[in-house]
């Protein structure tokens, strides 16, 4: 194969090199990859490439005008078995239902995707699993059989500012640890908007989540969580729901015309709920079987009815 070199650079700190490689539709992105160094960035020009791509070194791989990478239905598009890998600018389509549109594995780290287009996969359309210290921001993640993005116990990973929409299971699903899930717009999801399991640490902030086919942020045994900020309106179930959860923070968040506002319960306790917007729900705050929660200056208005706590709050 013919892989045609732009650039090459010397780097300051010594004698090793990076350099920029141009791959063109006809070439294989897979081979280019082999064939690069630690460091080194491809650049894939607009066209269409029917491959599955493994990246097991520390690279950039790069779209020119949003090239595709189509998996042909068998297996994942693409893989990231490296750390410090940087994808960015391509669009993702037609991964299996075995695989994920990116597969993030559990030895690979410190990976920045972003400002890919992550389309009509037959799985998930981002997997990271048991992985730290990853940026997932300004992709849109769209129309995936699975959910947007799934994270199995992550730990430091920012999901920024991405647009996840029409996913057939939850925007964001999984669990993640001392993590940011800040500026995305999840709606019209099939499942929920977001949803965190055994998490722990997390700021979920200035997210839009609505009109999901079930509930809009979900946190189910999640603790010292900081869900704040965020604009919840509706969803077919409740807007915000906790499970088995204790010591969050809720605060700042608009929750409007779901069907219950904020839901806790199955022994949610001591949380916090403040200054929280709580309007045109059907109930505005419902708690269940859960105890020593804090209710703090939030405006619950114009629900259907205002507040149900069979608890002791």
């Given at each position: 194969m013919k892989i045609t070199l732009i650039l090459a650079m010397i780097l300051l700190t010594g004698s090793a090199q990076s350099a920029i490689f141009s791959v063109?539709?006809?070439?294989?992105i897979q081979s280019a990859v082999d064939a690069m160094s630690q460091g080194d960035t491809i650049e894939v020009q607009n066209g269409t490439y029917y491959e599955n791509i493994n990246i097991a070194k520390k690279i950039v791989l790069r779209g020119i005008r949003h090239p595709v990478v189509n998996?042909?239905?068998?297996g994942g598009a693409l893989t990231l078995s490296s750390n410090g890998i940087v994808v960015e600018g391509l669009i993702i389509t037609n991964?299996?239902?075995?695989?994920?549109?990116?597969?993030?594995?559990?030895i690979s780290r410190d990976d920045v995707i972003k400002e890919n287009i992550i389309v009509r996969n037959r799985g998930n359309g981002i997997d990271l699993w048991a992985s730290e210290n990853n940026s997932i921001f300004k992709n849109i993640i769209l129309n995936n059989m699975g959910n947007g993005i799934s994270l199995w116990s992550c730990d430091r990973t920012e999901v920024g500012n991405n647009f996840i929409s029409n996913n057939s299971g939850s925007g964001i699903f999984g669990g993640s640890v001392n993590s940011s899930i800040k500026g995305n717009t999840v709606n019209a999801n099939h499942g929920s908007g977001i949803v965190l399991l055994n998490s722990y640490n997390n700021i979920i902030a200035n997210n839009a989540a609505s009109s999901n086919n079930q509930t809009g942020i979900m946190l189910i045994f999640g603790s010292n969580n900081s869900i704040t900020q965020n604009t919840i309106v509706e969803n077919i179930n409740s807007g915000l729901s906790m499970l088995f959860s204790w010591k969050?923070?809720?605060?700042?968040?608009?929750?409007r015309d779901n069907f219950d506002g904020i839901y806790l319960g199955n022994s949610s306790e001591i949380n916090m709920l403040s200054e929280?917007?709580?309007?045109?729900?059907?109930?505005?705050v419902h708690l269940v079987s859960s105890s020593n929660n804090t209710l703090l200056n939030n405006y619950i208005i114009n629900n259907t009815y205002n507040v149900f706590d069979d608890g002791k709050n």
């Open positions: 063109s539709p006809g070439q294989s998996a042909q239905d068998n991964s299996s239902a075995s695989g994920s549109g990116i597969n993030v594995s559990n969050n923070n809720i605060t700042k968040n608009i929750v929280n917007d709580v309007e045109n729900n059907r109930l505005g």
